[in-house]
């Protein structure tokens, strides 16, 4: 007789897991946390779809970005449709906007968010297919206060929550008056370099040459070391605007790193990016550090493999990329898994769990009928 085949419970699909309450726990601090510094500079909640049509982010993240070359999750609707699974935050934030009239009421407006997200990416150490993120958007003032106010709450939220060894990263990557310039002289330089490109940059070459900036390979990481840096090329209003940031940063006693070579991952954004990381072993903390302490990278320094906690930036040109009328703004998100996996770390506490006061016992069937009124019974008295 052949023997009786063992069925297997199907698991969840690759890069994806079940939240427990023990992550449910932290996940509620967390959220509760950046919520309350959110809804005390203003920031009103909004929740977009998770299903968006994908024309929405493949020009305002790029062609050749990461995201929308291999990474969204695509899908064809009965009615003929292509939705994607929402890959990231704020090109939705930017439809919303104009969805919902929010062009007329008083700017700046902004939002916050919290939800799940979703890329096709390969599954490595903090890195799923779907995660979760906490985001805020300032839409409708360029004003460099706004980028710094930004960082301010992106640093504070994760500083409360008493992460250690924050470093914020931050560069400006100029707007559409200095950018092609910096993008033709980074073309020159990558074309002497075609050979030792990787199979994806050398398509991205031709497409927008600070995509390859952005580029995980190891060979491309190597010849960005001695690429030209956009910061020389700036033009007069984009240093101006970034040197505001700055100052308005140091006036906050905000630390942060001046990284030349940091570009984000997407076409939206303009001037001022960052990134928040947790450095491993830096022996000085970021609380230790005083204002106008900001150091420029030591270029030979290597940084230590790190993981962004959060990201974010400016992206004046995202409404109009998206059809619009101009709206500039800024914003971040934070990666809540990651955050999770730190304050494990760190065994920092999540939020307490309800304890019970009262266990009821029951013997016998009649004390099993009545057993099954009495706690409910109780919490109507408030017990
Ligand atoms: P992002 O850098 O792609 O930016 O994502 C922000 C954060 O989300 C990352 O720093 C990371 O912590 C987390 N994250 C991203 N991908 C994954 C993943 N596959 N698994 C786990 N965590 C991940 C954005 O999404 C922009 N929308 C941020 C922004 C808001 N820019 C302006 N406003």
């Known amino acids: 007789m052949p023997k009786t085949q063992k069925k297997e419970i199907i698991q969840t699909p690759k890069g994806t897991h079940d939240v427990l309450h023990g992550d449910i726990r932290y996940l509620n601090k967390i959220i509760e946390k950046a919520q309350e510094i959110a809804e005390f500079y203003g920031f009103l909640p909004i929740k977009t779809p998770h299903l968006e049509h994908a024309e929405l982010f493949a020009r305002p993240l790029g062609e050749t970005s990461e995201v929308v070359e291999k990474q969204m999750y695509t899908l064809r609707t009965r009615g003929g449709d292509l939705l994607v699974l929402r890959p990231e935050g704020t090109a939705p934030i930017v439809r919303a906007y104009h969805q919902n009239g929010m062009i007329s009421w008083p700017q700046p407006v902004k939002l916050y968010y919290e939800g799940a997200f979703f890329r096709h990416e390969n599954p490595q150490k903090g890195r799923f297919r779907e995660f979760r993120q906490f985001g805020l958007e300032i839409l409708g003032d360029d004003d460099a206060v706004l980028d710094a106010q930004v960082i301010k709450i992106m640093y504070l939220t994760l500083a409360e929550l008493k992460l250690k060894n924050l470093i914020i990263r931050i560069n400006s990557i100029g707007d559409k008056n200095c950018r092609p310039s910096y993008k ?5 330089y990558y074309k002497r ?24 390979e190891k060979s491309c990481i190597e ?49 001022t990016v960052f990134e928040i990381f947790m450095e491993e072993d830096k022996k000085e903390t970021i609380s230790e550090k005083t204002e106008n302490q900001a150091k420029e990278l030591n270029k030979k320094e290597e940084p230590a493999a790190q993981i962004a906690l959060g990201g974010g930036g400016r992206y004046d040109e995202l409404s109009t990329i998206m059809g619009g009328r101009k709206v500039p703004a800024v914003g971040w998100s934070l990666g809540l898994e990651r955050i999770i996996h730190e304050m494990k770390k760190m065994a920092l506490p999540s939020e307490a769990s309800p304890k019970p006061s009262v266990f009821l016992i029951h ?21």
């Open 184 to 188: 033709k002289e980074l073309a020159n």
């Open 193 to 216: 370099k075609f050979n030792y490109l990787c199979k994806d940059c050398k398509r991205r070459f031709k497409d927008n040459p600070m995509r390859m900036l952005a580029c995980k």
């Open 223 to 271: 010849l960005k070391a001695q690429a030209p840096q956009i910061i020389e090329q700036l033009c007069e209003a984009c240093k101006t605007h970034f040197k505001s940031v700055l100052e308005f940063l140091d006036e906050g006693q905000i630390p942060y790193l001046l990284d030349h070579q940091l570009v984000r991952g997407f076409d939206y954004y303009g001037r």
């Open 363 to 383: 013997i016998g069937p009649a004390a099993k009928r009545r057993a099954f009124n009495l706690m409910e019974d109780m919490r109507k008295s408030g017990i």
